[in-house]
């Protein structure tokens, strides 16, 4: 089996903090790098790289992609508001790793990176997710069969060819990301992003979604207990900042697939 090559911890934020998006992600920084400093870790950099994408799921009408742990998402990043790359993943998530790890994601088609990695979500729960991704001139699959024409593995779903794929729920994020900034937890360190997720951002008084999260990485798995032990602290701590930290919102993938217009 392979190696987890990156873990990434996660928590969403009480939208309402960034009716001014800027302002709020300014206003975050400062308290989760006074957290982090407070604990002994070296903070650099700011979240001062914005990167503009926009984002769908596909899947059947019934979602049965999802329902059997498979996730498809096409990504777009924008430059100067106009398409400038898109990347398709194909991924499989489970809480055991030896499930995730035995999914076939591979692709005979695609220039693919798989990856195998570890999400960690409050309070202290781990996910794993085995995926492939590819940058693509398109992905305008539209059947079951053209994504198993590139990803051959969902054939073991046994569903048909013809089944339709299409956009969950019409729905397309327009994702903001901001990066940047590094957090030192000893022998490895951590890249750090806050993700906002809008409908219609020129619309909406707030964003329908804020993603927190930081992730160090290893090829080998060679993580360190203490640096392990310094994250969760730091995890544990943005779980205790109750002017930040929504306990009762849904993911990313959850809005996505709840949506109703």
């Not at 400093?37 to 914005?50: C, F, I, M, Q």
């Not at 499930?99 to 994601?105: E, H, L, M």
């Not at 960690?120 to 994504?147: K, N, Y």
Request: net charge neutral; charged share 25%; with cysteine.
């Amino acid at each position: 089996m392979s190696c987890v090559a990156s873990r990434e911890y996660k928590v969403i934020l009480q939208a309402n903090q960034f009716t001014d998006r800027a302002a709020g992600v300014d206003r975050f920084w400062l308290v989760v790098r006074n957290l982090a400093e407070g604990l002994g870790l070296k903070v650099t950099g700011e979240l001062s790289e914005l990167v503009k994408r926009e984002v769908v799921f596909l899947d059947t009408p019934e979602h049965d992609l999802l329902n059997t742990g498979y996730i498809v998402r096409r990504r777009v990043e924008l430059k100067a508001g106009k398409p400038a790359r898109t990347k398709v993943m194909l991924k499989y998530r489970s809480p055991d790793r030896y499930i995730a790890w035995g999914a076939d994601v591979s692709t005979p088609t695609l220039k693919g990176e798989t990856k195998f990695e570890e999400d960690i979500v409050p309070p202290f729960r781990s996910q794993f997710s085995h995926s492939t991704s590819a940058v693509v001139e398109s992905a305008d699959w539209t059947t079951i069969g053209d994504l198993a024409t590139n990803f051959p593995g969902v054939d073991s779903l046994e569903l048909s060819a013809s089944k339709p794929l299409t956009v969950v729920n019409q729905f397309v994020a327009k994702e903001f990301v901001q990066r940047g900034a590094i957090i030192d937890f000893g022998k490895q360190d951590a890249e750090v992003a806050l993700t906002a997720w809008y409908v219609d951002p020129d619309r909406q008084k707030q964003p329908s979604v804020v993603e927190f999260s930081f992730a160090y990485g290893e090829d080998a798995e060679n993580f360190s207990a203490r640096s392990a032990l310094r994250a969760k602290k730091l995890f544990d701590g943005l779980q205790a900042l109750t002017d930040w930290y929504d306990p009762k919102a849904i993911t990313k993938t959850q809005f996505a697939y709840q949506f109703s217009g």
